[in-house]
């Protein structure tokens, strides 16, 4: 299992760096173009089709649970929403779908993105066991969990929102629901199902705090509710469109400094970040990044490096050059899993850390706000 994580991980790093370079040029033409051009609406394809390349990735790696996972403060509702277009055009037509989302459901803190993928496995396990076609209901809700309940659900007690994936399928046996969250485990015919599913869906809510609880009956149906901790923060507003208005609010003058081996991966950040204004120079090793730093006229403002690069990893890099230039900030870029970083030495809660692959306006949202932040 350790070794399949490992390479996972690794086929994951240079895939993302792939993923990275396609993401980032779509992006920077779709800017280019107007709302109604449709130029525009085909590069808008091409980014959907890269984010569910990258959401495939991410399934790989979720496996070895081991993920960095980005919380942010998000409406149960919406997640499902957001995934209501895909979900259609992977049901066939004889599975209705029904939708009842409580507006009285809190928010949580969560990565969105993961949970629309625990969302994604559920219904296509309900899509599944539904071959004669049949009714998909996801619903959302909330409620309290207390001291009993919460024990035996091995949670903590307190306010939960609850989202529902049912089924009017063929149910879960009595000896198969035992077995049902263990990597691997398959009903499904040779060469059907990989059987990771549920253990890959069950390991990232668990990340959020959260657990998935089963009910079942054979002929009936199956209903899996996924239970998330709410949070009394509301939402960071979202900047509204167009395009190239967001990327202004994150642009700038200062001085960067790019250390990143991988040339195509390299180039597009470079670009997006003079596309917003700063000053970018570029290293392809840490060496190069040393030399540049301390033959510059000017201290560089912020260093932006790949953690895992060869000779000098990003963490050397930085502990060499904070030592001469300290109010020198410094975002780190990784297409690992978290133990790989850990190893690295660069997992520390004070420390940013922007995960492969990233769009341009994440990236320009964080080098900002890296930029922004008081000096630790
Ligand atoms: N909604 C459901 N109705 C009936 N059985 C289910 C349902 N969801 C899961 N199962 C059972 O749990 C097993 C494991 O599910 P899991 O999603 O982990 O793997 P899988 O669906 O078999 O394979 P994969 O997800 O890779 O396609 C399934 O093979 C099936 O027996
Ligand atoms: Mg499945």
New binding site residues.
């Given amino acids: 299992m350790q070794a399949m994580g490992r390479l996972a991980g690794g086929v994951a790093h240079d895939f993302n760096n792939i993923l990275v370079v396609i993401l980032g040029y779509a992006e920077l033409l779709l800017s280019k173009f107007k709302e109604k051009d449709t130029t525009r609406n085909q590069l808008e394809r091409i980014v959907d089709a890269v984010n569910r390349a990258a959401a495939l990735t991410k399934q790989i790696l979720a496996f070895s649970r081991k993920q960095v996972i980005d919380l942010q403060v998000v409406s149960p509702n919406d997640i499902v929403s957001n995934t209501m277009s895909i979900v259609k055009t992977m049901l066939p037509e004889d599975v209705e779908i029904a939708l009842n989302l409580s507006p009285e459901v809190s928010n949580i803190e969560a990565d969105s993105h993961k949970i629309e993928q625990v969302l994604m496995?559920l219904v296509?396990?309900?899509r599944?066991?539904m071959p004669a076609g049949g009714r998909l209901f996801i619903k959302t809700n909330e409620m309290d969990i207390e001291e009993t309940s919460a024990r035996n659900l091995h949670l903590k007690n307190g306010r939960y929102a609850v989202i529902s994936v049912c089924?009017t399928?063929?149910?879960?046996m009595d000896d198969?629901m035992p077995h049902?969250f263990e990597p691997f485990?398959?009903?499904?015919d040779k060469g059907k199902?990989?059987?990771?599913?549920?253990?890959v869906a069950y390991g990232i809510v668990r990340q959020h705090n959260g657990t998935i609880q089963v009910e079942?009956m054979v002929g009936k149906g199956?209903e899996?509710h996924v239970y998330l901790p709410v949070t009394e923060k509301s939402k960071e507003k979202n900047i509204s469109k167009p395009m190239q208005d967001k990327y202004d609010a994150f642009s700038g003058h200062e001085r960067i400094l790019v250390a990143e081996d991988n040339e195509a991966a390299l180039i597009i950040i470079s670009d997006t970040l003079t596309s917003l204004g700063y000053y970018v120079a570029t290293a392809e090793n840490g060496y190069e990044a040393v030399r540049l730093a301390e033959g510059a006229k000017e201290p560089f403002d912020m260093l932006v490096t790949d953690v895992i690069m060869p000779r000098m990893n990003g963490k050397e890099l930085f502990e060499r050059l904070s030592a001469r230039y300290p109010s020198m900030k410094v975002l780190f870029i990784s297409g690992y899993s978290d133990e790989i970083i850990y190893k690295s030495g660069v997992k520390d809660k004070n420390i940013a850390l922007l995960e492969k692959p990233f769009d341009n306006q994440k990236l320009a949202k964080t080098v900002r706000q890296v930029l922004d932040a008081n000096p630790l």
């Fill in positions: 496995n296509i396990n309900a599944d066991a089924d399928g063929i149910g879960i198969v049902i485990f398959t009903t499904k199902g990989t059987g990771l599913g549920l253990s079942s199956s899996f």
